[in-house]
T-cell receptor
Framework: NAGVTQTPKFQVLKTGQSMTLQCAQDMNHEYMSWYRQDPGMGLRLIHYSVGAGITDQGEVPNGYNVSRSTTEDFPLRLLSAAPSQTSVYFC????????????FGSGTRLTVV | AQSVTQLGSHVSVSEGALVLLRCNYSSSVPPYLFWYVQYPNQGLQLLLKYTSAATLVKGINGFEAEFKKSETSFHLTKPSAHMSDAAEYFCAVSDRKGYQKVTFGIGTKLQVIP
């Protein structure tokens, strides 16, 4: 019963570096999303996917890229890290109807220096 | 566009006292509403949800919330606070259409004073 697994838990990047945050779920959920959490701002949607091969932008997509080649995996790519991307990133998944709410991963704390 | 407003970014209560965390929503259609809890250094966990069944919704850990359409509110309550309730609480809304994007409030940090 792993739920949603995010790796790594912590990461420090230098400005301009790229990296991929991994997210995997084992619940056969159709919907997967990436949020970033910043103090005083709640959670803001970066990108989401309604199924394998289908992705779309959320509220704050700039500087991030996603793909969904399988139902289970939804990686988030930072193309060229900037200090403004220092944040805690959460991956979440849900069933197609959305009525059951999200299952969240434990988060990745990213610092860009 | 849908939105939620959480009144009070920090709330302090004494152990054993009533917990009341306020949430007002804005939505053009009947919404789904959620409360999540986040303990330090953890992800969010679903506390309870309203999806148009009973307006008084009971969740985990003794929490409940009442959907009041006339007041566009979905306040979270617990009769008696416990030390373990200290956490950050997020109200969220989705609009039931298509993907049903979920919009979160900014969160309320609950401090429980012994």
């Amino acid at each position: 019963n792993a739920g949603v697994t995010q790796t790594p838990k912590f990461q420090v990047l230098k400005t301009g570096q790229s990296m991929t945050l991994q997210c995997a779920q084992d619940m056969n959920h159709e919907y997967m999303s990436w949020y970033r959490q910043d103090p005083g701002m709640g959670l803001r949607l970066i990108h989401y996917s309604v199924g394998a091969g289908i992705t779309d932008q959320g509220e704050v997509p700039n500087g991030y890229n996603v793909s969904r080649s399988t139902t289970e995996d939804f990686p988030l790519r930072l193309l060229s890290a900037a200090p403004s991307q220092t944040s805690v990133y959460f991956c979440a998944s849900s069933t197609g109807t959305g009525t059951y709410g999200y299952t969240f991963g434990s988060g990745t704390r990213l610092t860009v220096v | 566009a849908q939105s939620v407003t959480q009144l009070g970014s920090h709330v302090s209560v004494s152990e054993g006292a009533l917990v009341l965390l306020r949430c007002n929503y804005s939505s053009s259609v009947p919404p789904y509403l959620f409360w999540y809890v986040q303990y330090p250094n953890q992800g969010l966990q679903l506390l309870l949800k309203y999806t148009s069944a009973a307006t008084l919704v009971k969740g985990i850990n003794g929490f409940e919330a009442e959907f009041k359409k006339s007041e566009t509110s979905f306040h979270l309550t617990k009769p008696s606070a416990h030390m373990s309730d200290a956490a950050e609480y997020f109200c969220a809304v989705s609009d039931r259409k298509g993907y049903q994007k979920v919009t979160f409030g900014i969160g309320t940090k609950l401090q429980v004073i012994p």
